[in-house]
Structures are given as C-alpha cells and as structure tokens.
C-alpha cells in the first residue's frame, strides 16, 4: 500500500507510532520500524542531547530502517535544551522528525538544511495550513478522540480528516482514534494517506512500560478517558483513576482560578511512576478513547501485519463487492 506518506519516509506501511512520553524509547521505535511502519523515539523522554544521541545509536543497534525523533515544544518556565537536541538529531543523521505543540518554524531551516523531513503535529486545520506554510513536509492531524493534547477546538476525526482533505497539499496521517484495519481504511477514505497511533502501540509486547499499564489499557473502555486541564487551555486526554479523580476535583472547587502550582502533584513528573513502576494511581497519564478498541497485546509485527492484512480484506472484500 504505496501512499505520498510511505514515499517521503521510505517506510513499507503508513502506519506511525507517535511519540510519547515515557514510552517512546528505542525498542519501540525499533519494533515499529521493522516491522515496516515508522517508530519514533521521543526526544524529552531524554533528560539531555548527549541522552537522545545514546537513544538514536541503541534505536540504530536495533534497526536499519528508517526511525524518526519527536520534538514537543511546549510552553515551560525553564524550557529544554531544544537547539541542543535539534543539533543531535542533524549530527546523529536522523532523518525523520515529528514536531509537536507550538510552532517549530525557527527549527525548520536547519532541520531542511539536512535534508530532514518534518511531520508536524496538529489539532486544527489552521494550524495545518501553518505548518504546510512554513515547509512541513507532512501533518499528523490529531482528532478530539487523541490520547494526550487535543487541543481546545473538540473536533472528531469525522469531520477534521475530510477538511484537511479539502484545505492541505501537502500529504496527512490520521491520528486519534486509530486502532486496526477499519481504522485505516476509514482514514484513507477520509483522505488522509496513513495513520498515527498511540495508545495502541503501548499495548505492544515491545513497549518498554511496565505490565500494569498495558493491562490497564486492555481493561480500559472508551468511557474511561478524561479530560484534564481545560481551564488552564492546556487539555490533555488522561485514563481515569484516583489522581484524575482528585484532579477533576479541585477544578470544580477552584474554577477559572486554577492554576497550574494547584494540580502539580498530579501531573508534575508522574510518568516515571506510572510507565516504569507502574503505580497506576501516581498521576494522569495520556490514553485516547481508543482503550476501548484495544483487546490484546500482540507484537508490533503481528499488530501492523494484521492491520495490512485485514486493510486490502475490506478494501478489496467488503467495499469492493459494493461497487460491483
Ligand atoms: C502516554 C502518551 C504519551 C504521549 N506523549 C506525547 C509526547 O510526548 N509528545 C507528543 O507529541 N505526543 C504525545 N502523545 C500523543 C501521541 O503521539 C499521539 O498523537 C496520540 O496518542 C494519538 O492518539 P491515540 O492515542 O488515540 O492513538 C502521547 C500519547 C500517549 C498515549
């Protein structure tokens, strides 16, 4: 299954394994990779530059197909060593990067200059056409549904996919929501030329989180996400459990006057906790509505075969006795 998507990565199928905090080291990535999709190791995840430079050369141990690096920009008091990673990612010759949360124009001349692709990820059209517009070569468009930052815009990939179909030359991957084979389908239906997963891929033999996590996704149905952090424009897509619980709790109480200082305990420096100990009650964690297409936990290999099996079934099956 050729798409503009699968060209510009180099990459076999147009599926993705999205960066994500605390998860996306190298043998995820790696797994991905090689099972023909595009794994992605998350650059925060590493404390420093010279750490993601020791990630990229364990992911390059692991793999020989193309991987990428992921780069969220996110409003901070003390913001990373951003120029310091963009520089490991050009010197380490990591030819892929995924882009997240603000604006990463001021990165994109030197990351082009390497002949770096850029797949910019975003959760509005707008910003879209913006990343389009400063020379992304790619989007990754991000549903309501997502696991992690929606944004505040609440549009479902129904009705987000088709208008980036209308408005974006560029080429898009689906993201939010995705699961299998359907999934897929449904996304390039809607126009998009692959799709981005999360959540699934942490339900993976290979993601190097703890047990409990994985069990607790299996377990998860697609009523158990919240939303936390809306009063503070800052929205992020979390499973339920206690902290969530005391969380959503002092919103109510505190209303338009939440600050960020009043919740830190739940969200600040959690995802060690929960992804490596797994004490699933440490804090809020990212987890899409897709827990409740999620029944297994099956190899990144017999993940992705499965998809691209059961994707030309339907295409070829199912929708194809229709048109006859
Ligand atoms: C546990 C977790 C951590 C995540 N961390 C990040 C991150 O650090 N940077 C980022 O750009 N996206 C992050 N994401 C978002 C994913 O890359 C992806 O866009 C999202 O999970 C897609 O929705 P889905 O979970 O429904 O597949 C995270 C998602 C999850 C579930």
Request: hydrophobic residues 45%.
């Amino acid at each position: 299954m050729q798409t503009r998507i699968t060209q510009l990565f180099g990459i076999r199928h147009p599926i993705i394994q999205g960066g994500m905090h605390f998860v996306g080291l190298a043998e995820l990535a790696s797994a991905v990779s090689n099972a023909g999709g595009l794994g992605i190791i998350t650059g925060l995840t590493q404390r420093s530059p010279e750490l993601l430079a020791k990630e990229i050369a364990r992911c390059r141990t692991m793999t020989d197909k193309p991987f990428g690096v992921n780069l969220t920009f996110l409003p901070a008091i003390t913001p990373p060593d951003y120029p310091g990673f963009v520089k490991v990612i050009i010197e380490e010759g990591v030819k892929i990067v995924e882009t997240a949360g603000n604006n990463p124009k001021q990165y994109l001349p030197a990351l082009k200059e390497h002949g770096i692709k850029v797949i910019h990820k975003c959760t509005s059209v707008r910003h879209a056409l913006k990343a389009q517009q400063i020379g992304c070569d790619a989007v990754s468009v991000d549903g309501f549904e997502c696991g992690g930052h929606p944004g505040e815009d609440d549009i479902p990939n129904f009705i987000l996919l088709p208008r980036a179909a209308d408005e974006l030359e560029i080429p898009f991957v689906a993201s939010g929501g995705m699961a299998d084979a359907r999934s897929l389908v449904a996304a390039l239906a809607l126009g998009a030329e692959g799709m981005n997963m999360g959540t699934r891929f942490i339900a993976t033999k290979e993601a190097p989180v703890h047990e409990n996590v994985k069990q607790a996704i299996v377990a998860a149905s697609e009523l158990d996400t919240r939303l936390i952090m809306r009063p503070l424009r800052n929205t992020e897509r979390v499973l339920a459990n206690a902290a969530v619980d005391r969380l959503l709790e002092k919103e109510k109480a505190l209303g338009d006057k939440l600050k960020f200082e009043d919740i830190f305990g739940e969200v600040a420096g959690v995802y060690p906790k929960i992804m490596t100990e797994g004490k699933m009650d440490a804090g809020a964690w990212s987890c899409g509505m897709v827990a409740g297409l999620i029944h297994d936990i099956p190899t990144c290999q017999e993940l992705i075969d499965r998809i691209m099996a059961e994707a030309h079934e339907i295409v070829r099956g199912r929708l194809g006795s229709l048109t006859q």
